[in-house]
């Protein structure tokens, strides 16, 4: 069976289709134009132009999707991908997309980015997959992520929502408040910040100047008086002219010694 309609009836036909579907999902849908068929092995429609899908947990839109398999299973779509994970809170946006909606797993690729709206971590990568049953995200080549101080960069990651735990590897570095970590894996506690590496281990750690503060300096808080001053200024003119009565010894000692080594001289002619 081979159908084209306007969006407006493609939504209600689809919507009776898999309310009768074995996943008891309601799926919603818009788009400019749709080809489809269905059959006793699988069902395909095809949406085109400003296409949108609505499942229970996701929401995509694209310049083109596409649902198929036994009772519409599979949701793949091509072109300015945008769409969010309603259960996970997790936003996306890649180029193309294939969801399971067995499994809940969904594959994002082509300049992927995800974005963790509750945790406030984001990630870029080429390929990521997303679980939602387990909340974990597998990242594939020039990963990036963000999250708070840190600035996070490998080959592969695996990012566990729930835990929030990062694991790294492939030419893992952190950069964190200024200080920079490099190894082969890199396990960092998006929690509580604490960073593990394994593996061709480096780093640059920097320490901040210490600014003194009102106990290490008590003598900045004091109230200077005039007496204060009076005595500070005795004190220093005493301690003057002990040091020239000092001077003025030795200097009389090294006269007298001098002299007496010239006696001696002539005494010895």
């Known amino acids: 069976m081979t159908a084209k309609n306007n969006g407006k ?12 579907a074995v996943f008891s999902e309601q799926i919603s849908f818009s788009a400019d134009a749709m080809s489809g068929k ?6 395909n429609t095809t949406l085109l132009g400003n296409a949108y899908v609505k499942t229970s947990s996701m929401e995509i839109s694209a310049d083109s999707i596409k649902l198929h398999g036994k009772d519409f299973r599979y949701i793949t779509a091509e072109g300015n991908i945008k769409g969010a994970n309603t259960e996970s809170k997790l936003d996306f ?8 909606r067995e499994t809940k797993i969904a594959t994002l690729q082509e300049k992927v980015s995800l974005s963790d709206r509750e945790n406030g971590v984001k990630a870029s ?8 049953n387990l909340e974990i995200a597998i990242m594939q080549i020039n990963v990036n992520i963000t999250q708070k101080n840190n600035v996070c960069s490998c080959a592969y990651a695996i990012y566990r929502k729930t835990a929030q735990m990062l694991n790294m590897s492939g030419n893992s570095r952190v950069v964190q408040d200024g200080d920079t970590f490099r190894a082969q ?9 604490e960073i593990t ?11 901040a ?3 003194p503060t009102q106990e290490e300096s008590p003598a900045a808080e004091e109230k200077t008086t005039t007496e204060d001053v009076i005595s500070d200024f005795n004190r220093d003119e005493s301690a003057k002219k002990e040091e020239s009565a000092t ?15 010239k006696k001696k001289k002539k005494k010895k002619k």
């Not at 269905?38 to 069902?43: F, N, Q, R, V």
């Open 9 to 20: 009836r493609v939504f209600f036909a689809l919507c009776f289709v898999c309310a009768q």
């Open 38 to 43: 269905t059959g006793k092995e699988a069902d």
């Open 185 to 193: 894996e890199i396990t960092l506690n998006l929690d509580t910040q």
């Open 247 to 261: 001077a003025d010894s030795k200097k009389d000692g090294e006269e007298q010694s001098a002299a007496s080594g």
């Open 93 to 100: 946006e890649c180029n193309q997309l294939v969801y399971d």
């Open 209 to 211: 100047e210490k600014t």
């Open 197 to 207: 590496l394994d593996g061709k281990v480096k780093g640059n750690v920097s320490t």
């Open 125 to 132: 990568a080429e390929i990521i997959e997303y679980n939602q």
